[in-house]
């Protein structure tokens, strides 16, 4: 027994026994720590939203957002799914915003029609130079019968917005803050087609002698000037 005894202590490591660090089990999904992650869907989403303006939603695949991007597929489908999963975020987080953006004027000028349409018109224009997609891509996917983004965004939203819209310069019409003869439920597209309808097609202009020193300053000052005093000359 002693010499068993003798014999065990002798394997015994002389001083402290070491711990052994406890390592955390990774948890599932994307390894942490990568602060690129933003950026790299922020990028994605960028891409999709010019590519969806120049081609149209239907006829871009996930794959071509992917190379356009300079990323892999894989990466993109660690994002979004699916093109419905990235539709949905686009409208979160890019059109949702704006939507309430280009829609406050009205809200502003309750009580002014004139101010609130001049705004409109400068606010969809501002829009337009911040973001180079979008008059493209509202007038293929949402004022076009059949757009994808139009279809997605009624599901969402319904017509709610746009109702209330009309009440309003119908309500002003009555009270003799506006012009009679506007018809009311055409406000908005007359707007549009002042401001989104030639920023979208600017690109066909550059080598237009007329039109192709226009700036968006221009189709603002051009859209309002026909809103509020139409084509005939002004009053003394």
């Known amino acids: ?5 003798s014999a065990a202590s002798t394997l015994k490591p002389k001083g402290r026994t070491p711990r052994v ?5 990774r948890r599932p999904g ?48 660690y994002y979004f799914k699916t093109r419905e999963q990235l539709i949905d975020v686009l409208i979160d987080e890019r059109f949702v915003p704006l939507r309430v953006e280009i829609g406050s004027p009205f809200e502003a000028h309750p009580d002014d029609p004139v101010a609130g349409i001049t705004q409109l018109a400068r606010r969809l224009v501002d829009v337009s130079s911040r973001y180079p997609w979008f008059p493209a891509l509202w007038i293929r996917e949402v004022i076009t019968e059949g757009g994808l983004l139009r279809q997605r965004m009624f599901e969402r939203f319904g017509d709610a917005h746009q109702r209330a819209s009309v009440a309003a310069i119908a309500r002003w019409q009555k009270a003799g803050r506006l012009n ?20 979208a097609t600017s690109k ?14 221009d189709i603002a000052r051009h859209a309002v000037a026909l809103l509020t005093h139409g084509a ?5």
Do not use: C
């Open 1 to 5: 027994m002693a010499t068993a005894r």
């Open 30 to 77: 994307r390894p942490t720590g990568s602060a690129r992650g933003p950026e790299q869907r922020a990028r994605l989403i960028d891409v999709a939203l010019e590519l969806f303006a120049r081609r149209g939603i239907l006829d871009t695949t996930l794959g071509e957002i992917a190379r356009e991007a300079g990323f892999t597929p894989a990466m993109v489908h």
């Open 232 to 236: 005939g000359p002004l009053r003394a």
């Open 21 to 25: 660090p406890v390592v955390p089990p």
């Open 204 to 217: 066909m202009w550059r080598n237009d002698p007329v039109r192709k020193s226009l700036t968006a300053d």
């Open 180 to 199: 009679p003869d506007i018809e009311p439920s055409l406000v908005f597209l007359t707007v549009l087609g002042l401001t989104i309808l030639p920023l």
